[in-house]
């Protein structure tokens, strides 16, 4: 059973880091694209970043570039995003999702497994 499993949310304030982690079971990570995303209320999902399978290029928001890094281990199934110099617009819940299909970044729907999502609160 195709599983994923985010953790690392939490409450930081603004200037401050978080790791978040994305740990999935059932497949091999190493043939998914991940996606991380986030939603704050009122607002519609949107892309933060992404990691091909294969190659592992990497994609950012223009929102993150410079503060995000994502990456994935293979070998442990998980996939990572650090989050630095965190600001109050960083508040959401944040998602990881994977699919086979996939090359780079895709909308939400493209997406054919998601974790359950995980608080990120910056404030002061």
């Known amino acids: 059973q195709l599983q994923l499993v985010v953790s690392g949310g939490g409450s930081v304030q603004p200037g401050g880091s978080l790791t978040l982690s994305c740990v999935v079971s059932?497949?091999?990570?190493?043939?998914?694209?991940v996606g991380w995303f986030r939603q704050a209320p009122g607002k519609e999902r949107e892309v933060v970043s992404c990691i091909s399978r294969g190659d592992g290029s990497s994609y950012y928001a223009d929102s993150v570039k410079g503060r995000f890094t994502i990456s994935r281990d293979n070998v442990k199934n998980t996939a990572f995003l650090q989050m630095s110099t965190l600001n109050p617009e960083d508040t959401a819940v944040y998602y990881c999702?994977?699919?086979?299909?996939?090359?780079?970044?895709?909308?939400?729907?493209?997406?054919?497994?998601w974790g359950q999502g995980t608080q990120v609160t910056v404030s002061s």
């Open positions: 059932g497949f091999t990570l190493d043939y998914f694209s």
């Open positions: 999702a994977v699919d086979q299909r996939l090359y780079g970044c895709s909308a939400p729907p493209m997406y054919g497994f």
